[in-house]
């Protein structure tokens, strides 16, 4: 039940003299009292032949799983950002798991980027932010972990796409270049480049063109670089922060495409703002509303039969 | 005629009156030029390439050209400047060396490692010592470091040694260096710091995702990226340090001597004269045509100096802008 | 594995607003040093170093400068505020250094402002033939650039010449000494003419196209325009550039050296009240502390730190009256040169 303004049902009226004088029609999610939290979801039931799982009303089809979800590589428990004395993340626990993609949702403000930057402690570069809770990474406390080395671990691609002014080679070697205590020499990390490359679906593109300056390269380039970079590393678990939202719908495609087969190796937590997007890419989702963590489960779940009401109401209309 | 004037002005007319004004500073610059040229030109006629050569005691030819009074006699023109171009190039190397050294890495403490209370501290020193007059820092160094040098620096031993040569009182190489660096590292400070806030903040936070630590990834891509403000910062501290007289000619000893390298560490303690320190020293004398021309002569090499690292700065720029950093 | 769901309508009242924790308790492991290769660690160590010394540096030199000036400001030298006494003899006091260096500040200045606010007005607003404007703006780097020992010799051969005559004494036979304030002035008021131009330049380069557009929609002039709505909005710039030109004059001694005569006290030339100090030389306290070193004649390092010190204060002043135009300008939504260098 949708509160809405009164005046509402006289707009609906055409000849009502108020219809042009009123304010445009609001709609409010009502604060519930205490946040509902659907645990971790079931096995893959119904998949079929084609790997698709059944839709469940009204949603298109989804390209489920190859393969089961793997363990868990990341656990947050009670996990509480605050800045300041804004507590941007309340108490939010979530497993992320190895061969599935996590995809966080909510409206602007809700603290979905705040949590996608704790996991690899980047927050701490913001001086007024402060933690509780745990997080672990492979059952180890990620307090306990020197922090570079998480964060080769973990990595991120953020939302803009920000490559190094420097050639396409020197940008996905960078990371290979500057965490080894010798510098590698440039025979020796041009294979991982290479793959790197391949991984992250740009290698003909820029087959020869490596030693280009990467600021040259299309906006959609440059993230594939960008994601080309954080797999140079070898990381284990992949953090994309609204990785297409700067990007035009073809090379949106091309992204999304590519985090369905990184997924096979990797976990993948995307932030994103486009439900559909959400729904296509995403394996689990997790709904987040004001900093609290309103429902999660698996995407056709949650967006087809969300068991919240803020859930409903935000993701109302978004499927039809 | 009073009642045009006061009409509003037409566009045309101010135009061209700014425009003349502007252009009046042009014409100063060209004129600068010739009349120095024009007065320089008897010293290079006299000596010829040999200007730029080591012909001797530099002293002795310039109290000789004192001396000659008013008809100089063509043998009264002879100098040979090189011990003072050496100086100058000595000075200004090292202290710019030194002082990129140091402003390069107080700027990244300032940019990204100070923390707040010694970042609110700095920033005003780094003001004001930019804001220091030159002959306040030759005041102390004449005062302060010359004589520190001398009595407890440079050993009884080590003037012995020399002491056929020169003289080694505390006014030498090493007291100029340093003051001449503290003097112009502010300049690059100040520089500096404008250019790496200029770098986008998006590109470090890239690669401290990546798992490199702060000091790595400030190193090599946000000070990689700002190379270009750096080397202005640099050109322009260098300008300003092979041009400085004021302080030079009060610590560094006023003998035209060119220290020699293979004299060891004795070398940095021994006194100079730059071409800059010279001219303001010996500008009493200055209307002896003699000194008259061979000033003149210094300070158009000066002038051609400063033309060459502009034009330097702008060759070694070109390469940087390959990789799209910020110019 | 099931689902636990708690109804809204059965939850209770909002929970307590939770206070966040003072600081972070939890110990964490952060950058340690001892992972960086050891180039990097040897470069954080330079670093803190570098960026203590020039704390160092800079306080060593206000305090010491301090410290040497008070003890040597006597009262009968002068004391707060910077009039000497009257006594004009060698030994007595430097109040015709001070009012050499006013002089010479105002004069300088006063040349300086209305040249490089109309050559910047011109780049910017104007700027046609193009290759004009970039000569321009090439000339004025040039000028920046220049030593100040090389632009005291120019201002020496240009003023020696006959036509100029008038700006300084003038003997018999008709050479001319080429070295007064007036001389000495137009010189000073080149070196302080890049910093007023790049400060107005920035200023007016700042100004919003819409402000302009909307004067010329208003059908005044471009010249009208300039005068009543570009030129007042960019006073503090102008002002900011003043006052670092001022500063950078104030503090300049080879020019003196060489153009002023560096005389000990105000030597008036000639007969008309007013221009006969303008025409006549006389002394600033940078020269006056040059020559009271041990690199000059005087040997009264006393004075010399007393003289300094008073200099050290109105350059001082000055960049803090930079400071308070910036600060109030920037409450007012100007934007004005930063750490003001050069």
Same mark, same amino acid.
């Given at each position: 039940?949708?509160e809405?303004?009164?005046?509402?049902?006289?707009?609906?009226?055409?000849?009502?003299?108020?219809?042009?004088?009123?304010?445009?029609?609001?709609?409010?999610?009502?604060?519930?009292?205490?946040?509902?939290?659907?645990?971790?979801?079931?096995?893959?039931?119904?998949?079929?032949?084609?790997?698709?799982?059944?839709?469940?009303?009204?949603?298109?089809?989804?390209?489920?799983?190859?393969?089961?979800?793997?363990?868990?590589?990341?656990?947050?428990?009670?996990?509480?950002?605050?800045?300041?004395?804004?507590?941007?993340?309340?108490?939010?626990?979530?497993a992320?798991?190895?061969?599935?993609?996590?995809?966080?949702?909510?409206?602007?403000?809700c603290?979905?980027?705040?949590?996608?930057r704790?996991?690899?402690?980047?927050?701490?570069?913001?001086?007024?932010?402060r933690?509780?809770?745990?997080?672990?990474?492979?059952?180890?406390?990620?307090d306990?972990?020197?922090?570079?080395?998480?964060?080769?671990?973990?990595?991120?691609?953020?939302?803009?796409?920000?490559?190094?002014?420097?050639?396409?080679?020197?940008n996905?070697?960078?990371?290979?270049?500057?965490?080894?205590?010798?510098?590698?020499?440039?025979?020796?990390?041009?294979?991982?480049?290479?793959?790197?490359?391949?991984?992250?679906?740009?290698?003909?593109?820029?087959?020869?063109?490596?030693?280009?300056?990467?600021?040259?390269?299309?906006?959609?380039?440059?993230?594939?670089?960008?994601?080309a970079?954080?797999?140079?590393?070898g990381?284990?678990?992949?953090?994309m922060?609204?990785?297409?939202?700067?990007?035009?719908?073809?090379?949106?495609?091309?992204?999304?495409?590519?985090?369905?087969?990184?997924?096979?190796?990797?976990?993948?937590?995307i932030?994103?703002?486009?439900?559909?997007?959400?729904?296509?890419?995403g394996?689990?989702?997790a709904?987040m509303?004001?900093?609290?963590?309103?429902?999660?489960?698996p995407?056709?779940?949650?967006?087809?039969?969300?068991?919240?009401?803020?859930?409903?109401?935000?993701?109302?209309?978004?499927?039809? | 005629?009073?009642?045009?004037?006061?009409?509003? !002005?037409?566009?045309?007319?101010?135009?061209?009156?700014?425009?003349?004004?502007?252009?009046?500073?042009?014409?100063?610059?060209?004129f600068?030029?010739?009349?120095?040229?024009?007065r320089?030109?008897?010293?290079?006629?006299?000596?010829?390439?040999?200007?730029?050569?080591?012909?001797?005691?530099?002293?002795?030819?310039?109290?000789?050209?004192?001396?000659?009074?008013?008809?100089?006699?063509?043998?009264?023109?002879?100098?040979?400047?090189?011990?003072?171009?050496?100086?100058?190039?000595?000075?200004?190397?090292?202290?710019?060396?030194?002082?990129?050294?140091?402003?390069t890495?107080?700027?990244?403490f300032?940019?990204?490692?100070?923390?707040?209370?010694?970042?609110?501290?700095?920033?005003?020193?780094?003001r004001?010592?930019?804001a220091?007059?030159?002959?306040?820092?030759?005041?102390?160094?004449?005062?302060?470091?010359?004589?520190?040098?001398?009595?407890?620096?440079?050993?009884?031993?080590?003037?012995?040694?020399?002491?056929?040569?020169?003289?080694?009182?505390?006014?030498?190489?090493l007291?100029?260096?340093?003051?001449?660096?503290?003097?112009?590292?502010?300049?690059?400070?100040?520089?500096?710091?404008?250019?790496?806030?200029?770098?986008?903040?998006? !590109?470090?936070?890239?690669?401290?995702?990546?798992?490199?630590?702060?000091?790595?990834?400030? !190193?090599t891509?946000?000070?990689?990226?700002?190379?270009p403000?750096?080397?202005?910062?640099?050109?322009?501290?260098?300008?300003?340090?092979?041009?400085?007289?004021?302080?030079?000619?009060?610590?560094?000893?006023?003998?035209?001597?060119?220290?020699n390298?293979?004299?060891?560490?004795?070398?940095?303690?021994?006194?100079?004269?730059?071409?800059?320190?010279?001219?303001?020293?010996?500008?009493?004398?200055?209307?002896?045509?003699?000194?008259?021309?061979?000033l003149?002569?210094?300070?158009?090499?000066?002038?051609?100096?400063?033309?060459?690292?502009?034009?330097?700065? !702008?060759?070694?720029?070109?390469?940087?802008?390959?990789?799209?950093?910020?110019? | 594995?099931?689902?636990?769901?708690?109804?809204?309508?059965?939850?209770?009242?909002?929970?307590?607003?939770?206070t966040?924790?003072?600081?972070?308790?939890?110990?964490?492991?952060?950058?340690?040093?001892?992972?960086?290769?050891?180039?990097?660690?040897?470069?954080?160590?330079l670093?803190?170093?570098? =960026?203590?010394?020039?704390?160092?540096?800079?306080?060593?030199?206000?305090?010491?400068?301090?410290?040497?000036?008070?003890?040597?400001?006597?009262?009968?030298?002068?004391?707060?505020?910077?009039?000497?006494?009257?006594?004009?003899?060698?030994?007595?006091?430097?109040?015709?250094?001070?009012?050499?260096?006013?002089?010479?500040?105002?004069?300088?200045?006063?040349?300086?402002?209305?040249?490089?606010?109309?050559?910047?007005?011109?780049?910017?607003?104007?700027?046609?033939?193009?290759?004009?404007?970039?000569?321009?703006d090439s000339?004025?780097?040039?000028?920046?650039?220049?030593?100040?020992?090389?632009?005291?010799?120019?201002?020496?051969?240009?003023?020696?010449?006959?036509?100029?005559?008038?700006?300084?004494f003038?003997?018999?036979g008709?050479?001319?000494?080429?070295?007064?304030?007036?001389?000495?002035?137009?010189?000073?008021?080149?070196i302080?003419?890049p910093?007023?131009?790049?400060?107005?330049?920035?200023?007016?380069?700042?100004?919003?196209?819409?402000?302009?557009?909307?004067?010329?929609?208003?059908?005044?002039?471009?010249?009208?325009?300039?005068?009543?709505?570009?030129?007042?909005?960019?006073?503090?710039?102008?002002?900011? =550039?003043?006052?670092?030109?001022?500063?950078?004059?104030?503090?300049?001694?080879?020019?003196?050296?060489?153009?002023?005569?560096?005389?000990?006290?105000?030597?008036?030339?000639?007969?008309?009240?007013?221009?006969?100090?303008?025409?006549?030389? =006389?002394?600033?306290?940078t020269?006056?502390?040059?020559?009271?070193?041990?690199?000059?004649?005087?040997?009264?390092?006393?004075k010399?730190?007393?003289?300094?010190?008073?200099?050290?204060?109105?350059?001082?002043?000055?960049?803090?009256?930079?400071?308070?135009?910036?600060?109030?300008?920037?409450?007012?939504?100007?934007?004005?040169?930063?750490?003001?260098a050069?």
């Open positions: 039940m949708i809405r303004d009164e005046e509402q049902a006289s707009a609906q009226d055409p000849t009502d003299p108020r219809a042009e004088m009123l304010p445009p029609p609001v709609r409010r999610i009502r604060l519930d009292a205490q946040p509902t939290v659907a645990l971790p979801p079931l096995t893959d039931a119904g998949v079929d032949a084609d790997g698709r799982a059944p839709g469940a009303s009204g949603l298109p089809a989804r390209t489920a799983r190859a393969t089961p979800a793997g363990r868990e590589r990341m656990t947050l428990k009670s996990l509480s950002v605050f800045y300041g004395d804004n507590e941007a993340v309340k108490q939010v626990s979530l992320i798991r190895e061969g599935e993609v996590l995809a966080l949702i909510g409206p602007s403000g603290g979905k980027t705040t949590l996608l704790t996991l690899n402690r980047l927050t701490e570069l913001t001086p007024s932010a933690r509780t809770g745990v997080i672990r990474i492979d059952g180890t406390d990620v306990d972990i020197e922090v570079t080395t998480l964060r080769r671990r973990v990595s991120m691609v953020f939302q803009q796409p920000n490559p190094f002014p420097m050639s396409v080679f020197d996905v070697a960078y990371a290979l270049r500057e965490q080894g205590a010798k510098r590698p020499k440039k025979k020796v990390l041009e294979p991982y480049v290479i793959e790197a490359l391949r991984r992250a679906g740009l290698l003909d593109e820029v087959k020869d063109k490596l030693d280009h300056p990467a600021l040259r390269l299309s906006g959609g380039q440059q993230q594939r670089l960008c994601i970079r954080a797999l140079a590393a990381p284990e678990v992949l953090l922060d609204e990785p297409c939202s700067a990007l035009d719908p073809k090379s949106t495609e091309v992204i999304e495409d590519l985090i369905l087969e990184l997924r096979q190796s990797l976990a993948v937590v932030v994103t703002h486009n439900l559909q997007q959400a729904h296509r890419v394996d689990n989702v709904f509303y004001l900093g609290d963590l309103v429902e999660y489960g995407a056709d779940q949650l967006f087809g039969n969300p068991v919240a009401e803020r859930t409903r109401d935000y993701v109302r209309g978004a499927f039809g | 005629m009073l009642e045009r004037l006061r009409e509003p !002005w037409t566009d045309q007319r101010a135009e061209r009156v700014l425009g003349a004004l502007a252009c009046l500073i042009l014409g100063v610059i060209v600068m030029i010739v009349f120095v040229a024009v320089a030109w008897p010293s290079f006629h006299a000596n010829g390439l040999s200007w730029f050569s080591a012909k001797g005691n530099v002293d002795v030819q310039l109290s000789r050209m004192v001396n000659s009074g008013a008809n100089p006699t063509p043998a009264d023109y002879q100098i040979g400047a090189w011990p003072l171009i050496y100086a100058t190039l000595l000075t200004t190397v090292l202290a710019a060396g030194l002082g990129l050294v140091f402003s890495l107080s700027a990244i300032i940019v990204e490692f100070a923390p707040e209370g010694i970042r609110r501290l700095i920033v005003p020193i780094v004001l010592l930019a220091v007059p030159s002959v306040i820092y030759g005041l102390i160094g004449i005062l302060v470091l010359a004589p520190f040098v001398g009595n407890h620096l440079i050993s009884q031993g080590r003037k012995k040694s020399v002491e056929f040569v020169i003289q080694l009182s505390g006014t030498s190489l007291v100029a260096v340093v003051i001449l660096t503290i003097m112009i590292t502010p300049i690059m400070i100040a520089i500096t710091v404008d250019g790496l806030y200029a770098i986008p903040r998006s !590109w470090k936070e890239g690669a401290v995702a990546l798992g490199v630590n702060r000091w790595r990834a400030m !190193w891509v946000t000070v990689r990226a700002a190379r403000a750096i080397l202005a910062g640099a050109v322009l501290a260098t300008a300003r340090a092979f041009g400085e007289a004021i302080m030079i000619s009060m610590v560094s000893g006023s003998k035209g001597f060119a220290p390298p293979a004299d060891g560490l004795t070398f940095i303690f021994e006194p100079v004269k730059t071409l800059a320190s010279n001219i303001v020293e010996n500008a009493e004398s200055i209307n002896a045509p003699a000194m008259r021309s061979t003149y002569a210094m300070a158009l090499l000066l002038l051609l100096g400063g033309f060459g690292l502009s034009i330097a700065s !702008w060759i070694a720029k070109q390469p940087l802008k390959k990789y799209g950093t910020r110019g | 594995m099931d689902r636990t769901l708690i109804p809204p309508e059965a939850a209770g009242p909002l929970p307590p607003l939770r966040p924790p003072r600081q972070d308790r939890k110990r964490r492991v952060n950058e340690s040093i001892s992972t960086w290769r050891w180039t990097d660690r040897i470069g954080y160590g670093m803190w170093a570098a =960026g203590l010394l020039v704390c160092a540096i800079g306080i060593g030199i206000v305090l010491y400068m301090m410290f040497r000036g008070l003890q040597y400001l006597r009262p009968s030298l002068l004391f707060s505020h910077p009039q000497a006494e009257l006594d004009q003899s060698k030994t007595g006091g430097f109040l015709d250094p001070l009012l050499g260096t006013i002089l010479l500040t105002v004069l300088g200045i006063c040349l300086a402002v209305p040249l490089a606010v109309a050559a910047a007005t011109w780049i910017v607003e104007y700027a046609r033939p193009a290759w004009l404007a970039r000569i321009v000339g004025i780097e040039i000028i920046a650039g220049t030593p100040d020992i090389v632009i005291a010799l120019f201002g020496l051969v240009l003023f020696q010449q006959r036509i100029f005559g008038w700006m300084s003038t003997a018999q008709g050479a001319v000494f080429g070295r007064s304030f007036l001389t000495a002035g137009c010189m000073m008021s080149l302080a003419l910093m007023v131009f790049a400060s107005t330049r920035e200023g007016l380069q700042a100004i919003p196209s819409h402000v302009r557009e909307a004067s010329y929609a208003l059908g005044k002039t471009k010249a009208a325009t300039i005068r009543r709505v570009l030129l007042p909005s960019v006073k503090a710039n102008i002002s900011t =550039g003043a006052a670092l030109g001022m500063g950078r004059i104030a503090g300049d001694t080879a020019i003196v050296v060489v153009l002023l005569g560096a005389t000990l006290t105000l030597s008036p030339e000639g007969s008309v009240p007013g221009l006969r100090v303008l025409k006549g030389t =006389g002394g600033t306290l020269s006056y502390v040059y020559n009271n070193s041990p690199a000059g004649e005087g040997n009264a390092p006393q010399a730190y007393a003289a300094a010190f008073v200099l050290l204060l109105i350059v001082v002043g000055l960049n803090f009256v930079v400071d308070l135009i910036a600060r109030s300008s920037a409450k007012s939504g100007l934007e004005t040169s930063r750490l003001g050069r």
